[in-house]
């Protein structure tokens, strides 16, 4: 794989999310040679308007990128023309995330879960090669002729229905697994928020456990759970996958399965980056609770851990915590990472847990 890309933005997208689109395509392993943009609503045929992607094609030409990455999803006639008119490989921010996800992927769901959303991608783009290819055209890719990419087709079909058939045994087992956790009497704690907010940092904290962090996009991907004390009471704690703005419907459904974690939990501690400026703050905030409400978490069970004051200047500190405050009662500020406001977490999580009536009570830390 080529390291070295262009990408492009279509429409009035925030210059915050350009930057995001920047660091995923960083932490993708690319190095970014250009940015264009353009602000105005994605062509039909090319994503682009024909101006502008004369421009693009002038970059591609002085440049040399190894790919192109649009920031929106691209169907599979704007793939088509745009590989054709650029002569470059093409790709858009759906695959890009997936390509996050393949380089940090561990387990054997998760695995799946990018395998069969790479087919639902990839059918509809074969599905209209072959249909040029019945029209007599030569699109220059997917090579070996129409018959060799039919049979292709199929094997694709075949394949991702076995793997929908895996995914729900996986879900299944998962399901019987937290069942018998609250056989067991042990409440389950999720920890969520958007990515790089800190989770994994303070799940280490709390379990004393040694988990990957790099402070980059996407470093948790597979949930893990440990056991964790807060006050006396034991209860399961689980890291799970960061949420982002403007996720595809397509990868939300494929890789959210880890949600059941948070839809399952007792307790979900809502983990935020306290050291964004506040326009950043509020964005990933609202982008936030909106996931909730789409997933159907109810505030009540959602305790918001504002993480990283030790990198905040306090500047606006109370207009992120006013933000917070119109939507939750009680909230806790914290440095996972120096162990600040910890203690109080653990009184905060223990305050919640006491009126749940099935807790088995351990002995303190």
């Avoid at 990515?195 to 799940?203: E, V, W």
């Avoid at 399952?264 to 609770?289: C, G, I, M, Q």
Wanted: glycine letters at 8%; charged letters at 30%; a positive charge.
């Amino acid at each position: 794989m080529g390291n070295r890309a262009v990408l492009v933005v279509v429409g009035d997208i925030e210059d915050s999310k350009i930057r995001e689109f920047r660091l995923l395509a960083e932490a993708g392993g690319y190095e970014v040679l250009d940015t264009i943009v353009q602000r105005r609503d994605p062509d039909p045929r090319y994503y682009l308007g024909l101006g502008k992607l004369g421009e693009v094609e002038r970059v591609v030409r002085d440049y040399g990128p190894d790919v192109v990455i649009t920031y929106h999803q691209l169907n599979p006639i704007q793939y088509v023309n745009l590989e054709r008119r650029l002569r470059v490989r093409v790709m858009d921010r759906v695959w890009l995330i997936l390509e996050i996800f393949e380089k940090r992927a561990g387990s054997r769901e998760a695995k799946l879960q990018i395998e069969l959303t790479r087919l639902r991608l990839e059918i509809p783009r074969v599905r209209e090669f072959i249909r040029l290819a019945k029209l007599g055209e030569q699109i220059g890719f997917y090579g070996g002729g129409e018959y060799a990419v039919e049979a292709y087709y199929r094997h694709m079909v075949r394949r991702a229905s076995y793997i929908r058939r895996e995914l729900e045994k996986i879900r299944e087992r998962r399901a019987s697994l937290v069942m018998r956790r609250k056989d067991y009497g042990l409440p389950q704690i999720a920890l969520t928020g958007y990515t790089s907010a800190g989770k994994t940092t303070l799940f280490n904290r709390l379990t004393r456990e040694n988990k990957y962090v790099d402070g980059k996009p996407f470093a948790t991907l597979d949930t893990y759970s440990r056991l964790a004390y807060f006050n006396g009471i034991k209860a399961i704690i689980t890291d799970t996958i960061g949420f982002i703005d403007d996720l595809p419907p397509l990868l939300i459904e494929s890789f959210y399965a880890t949600i059941a974690e948070v839809l399952n939990a007792d307790l979900v501690l809502f983990v935020v980056d306290l050291s964004d400026e506040y326009p950043e703050f509020h964005r990933k905030f609202t982008t936030s609770l909106r996931i909730f409400t789409d997933i159907g978490v109810p505030t009540n069970r959602i305790l918001p851990v504002l993480n990283k004051v030790d990198l905040t200047n306090g500047a606006d500190m109370d207009d992120k915590i006013s933000l917070v405050k119109q939507v939750f009662n009680d909230y806790v500020v914290i440095s996972a990472k120096l162990g600040v406001g910890i203690d109080d977490l653990r009184n905060a999580v223990f305050r919640r847990l006491a009126g749940i009536e099935f807790i088995v009570r351990g002995s303190k830390e």
